[in-house]
Nanobody
Framework: QVQLVESGGGLVQPGGSLTLSCAAS????????MGWYRQAPGKQRELVAIITTGDTTNYTDSVRDRFTISRISRDNAKSTVYLQMNSLKSEDTAVYYC??????????????WGQGTLVTVSS
């Protein structure tokens, strides 16, 4: 199984920047992508950005050109995904969840979620 530890949320002013990180450990060999979802109050959880193990990225339209997702893997023991968020807007306020889908032999795809980190954009 994969374990996730998120960090980096907080309060930032509009136009500011923030970086989220999510460290995955355990059975990371089974991971084929890492990403971020967010959920604002009263809204459904939505995909923000995702990066595959081949470093293909995809972004939701509202964050394209403002957010950048990247990842670093070391020694097949730990993989960390980052979300660099620039030009933040009030509508980016949400709880951000790290998302890691993995394929486990005999079990199929298992989605692993982080605990969530709150990002508040406000003056």
């Amino acid at each position: 199984q994969v374990q996730l530890v998120e960090s980096g949320g907080g309060l930032v002013q509009p136009g500011g920047s923030l970086t989220l990180s999510c460290a995955a450990s355990g059975s990371i060999f089974s991971i084929y992508a890492m990403g971020w979802y967010r959920q604002a109050p009263g809204k459904q959880r939505e995909l923000v950005a995702i990066i595959t193990t081949g470093d293909t990225t995809n972004y939701t339209d509202s964050v394209r050109d403002r957010f950048t997702i990247s990842r670093i893997s070391r020694d097949n023991a730990k993989s960390t995904v980052y979300l660099q968020m620039n030009s933040l807007k009030s509508e980016d306020t949400a709880v951000y969840y790290c998302y890691v889908p993995q394929v486990v032999p005999g079990m199929g795809e298992i989605d692993v979620w982080g605990q969530g980190t709150l990002v508040t954009v406000s003056s």
